[in-house]
Each structure stands twice: as C-alpha cells, then as structure tokens.
C-alpha cells in the first residue's frame, strides 16, 4: 500500500515550484463531509468516497496556495473547475486520493494522474489502444517491460487531464505519441493539432514508478496559453507544500 507521505512528496518532487499538492487515504474519508453535485449523491458509496476524497485533496491543495476553501464543481468532460486565478487537477487510485493546484500567473494547466500496475495491465491485455510497438520498445529497457504499459497508460492520461480543459474535446490515446525519455521524463509528441496546440509539439510528462503503481505529472506553463507570447517568470512562487505545511523548496 502507498504511503501517503512518500506520495505526497513524489508528487512535489516531479512537479517545479508553485504547485501545492495534498493527497489522502479514500476510506479514512466521509463522503457526507462534502456538499455534492446530484449526479454524484445517486452514485455508489465508492464514487461516492474517492470524489469527495479528491474534492478534499484539491479544497486543502487550494488553502496551501492561500485561497479560500471553495467549492469545486463539474465543468465539461467532467474537468473540474476551479475558481478563478487556480489550475489544478485531481486523480483517485490504489486507495488514494490526490489533487495539485497552481496559480494561472505561473501555470496555464496541470495534470495528475495515478494508476494500479496490475488493474492496467489486466483491462489493457494487448496495450495496443494505448500505444504502439513502437512506443513499448522505447519505454521498455528504461521502465522494464512490466511498467511501459502502465506508465504510457498514465502518463497519456495525465496529459489529457492537462489538455482537455483547453481542447474542449476527447482525443484518442494513439492522437499522442511518446518519443523520448530521459530519466524520469517521457516526451509525448502531439500526432494531430489538439486546440492552440499545433501537431509536432513535444509536451513533458513525469513517470514515478512505485511498487504496484504509477504516478504521472504534466504540466503548462502560462505562455503556453498564449502561443507566440513570451512570458518570463523571474520570481517564482516557492509554494511546494505536504499537508499544511510548506516546505521552501
Ligand atoms: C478522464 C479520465 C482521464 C480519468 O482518468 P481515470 O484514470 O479514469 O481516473 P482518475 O481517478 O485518475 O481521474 C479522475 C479525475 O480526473 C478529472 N477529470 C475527469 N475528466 C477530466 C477532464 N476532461 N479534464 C481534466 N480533468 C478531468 C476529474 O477530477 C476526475 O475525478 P472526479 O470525477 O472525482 O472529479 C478518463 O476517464 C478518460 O475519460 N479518458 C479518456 C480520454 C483519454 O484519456 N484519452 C487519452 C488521450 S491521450
């Protein structure tokens, strides 16, 4: 079982100061601790749990970046929305919760993502709706032939988390493509143009393996939001943050 420290950390550890982080154990949740959208009160205990424990996780990564405790509601393709100055995003799995928040100054858009390696590697048999041979034998000798899938599987996840919301739509697992990695870093290339992003562009995403599982970050920085625009940011946020307490990093 994940430790939720160590998890914490992992999660600022891949992400560049500014981000706050907060992550919790779904069943130490009550789901009634939170005000819920109708659609999810008609849901089963565990969609029940692991929302509320997300809505949680982002509500606590908001007050570390000294925003008010707001409600978070359901925004289109079920993104979540944030009040407004805050990107962030949220991922429940292996029985926790966790959520990443910045502020848009800094951050055009976030995306989180954690996976069970066996829950992958059981409902994705042949891995081909999620990349190709190709991508397996780049991925493989540096994350072993157990993790690729599950690693590709997160990674393309928690860069459609981050692109969605901009997107406006649902893209295919094949519309991206990895093409390099380096150390911890996959490079995922964009096959088809995906809203402002145009076809060719390499986004970053960040692969953590764990014992069974596997964390995904990604992250855009503000210019991002505004192609052709430089945007410099010469004095950066320093708000990496676990549970209420910053750490200066
Ligand atoms: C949305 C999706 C990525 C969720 O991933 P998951 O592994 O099933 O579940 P996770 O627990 O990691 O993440 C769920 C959270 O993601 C967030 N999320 C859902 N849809 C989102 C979207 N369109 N944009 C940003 N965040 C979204 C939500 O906060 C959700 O939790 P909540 O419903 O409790 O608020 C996935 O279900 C999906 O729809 N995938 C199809 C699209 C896709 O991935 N294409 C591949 C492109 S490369």
């Known amino acids: 079982m994940l430790d939720v420290e160590q998890f914490i950390e992992a999660i600022l550890d891949a992400f560049p100061p500014g981000v706050s982080a907060h992550a919790v154990r779904i069943n130490a949740i009550d789901p009634s601790s ?4 109708p659609e999810i ?14 809505r949680i996780c982002a509500q606590t990564a908001l007050v570390l970046q000294g925003e008010k405790c707001s409600a978070i509601g359901i925004g289109p393709l079920r993104a979540p929305i944030w009040p407004p100055g ?22 055009a858009s976030l ?22 041979p190709v991508e397996y034998a780049l991925l493989s000798p540096a994350l072993g032939v157990d993790h690729a899938l599950p690693a590709l599987f997160s ?3 928690a860069l459609f988390k981050c692109l969605a919301p901009s997107v406006g739509a649902y893209f295919d697992f094949l519309d991206v493509e990895a093409v390099a990695i380096e150390g911890s870093k996959i490079g995922i290339r964009l096959k088809r143009q995906l809203g402002l992003h145009p076809v060719g562009e390499v986004i970053n ?13 990604t992250w855009l920085h503000e210019h991002h939001a505004f192609p052709g625009r ?3 940011v010469d004095k950066p946020l320093h708000t990496h943050c676990t549970g209420t307490t910053p750490i200066g990093k």
């Open 86 to 107: 805050f990107v962030g995003s949220i991922s429940h799995s292996c029985g926790l919760a966790a959520a990443v928040v910045a502020k848009t100054q800094l951050f």
């Open 34 to 37: 939170i005000c819920m959208p």
């Open 41 to 54: 009160i008609r849901s089963v205990e565990k969609r029940r749990r692991e929302f509320a424990a997300g």
């Open 230 to 232: 430089d945007f410099y």
């Open 155 to 157: 990674a393309k996840e």
């Open 205 to 217: 995403v960040k692969v953590t393996l764990f014992a069974g599982a596997v964390l995904a970050c």
């Open 111 to 132: 995306g989180i993502d954690v996976e069970m390696v066996s829950l992958v590697a059981s409902s994705l048999e042949s891995g081909g709706l999620v990349g190709t």
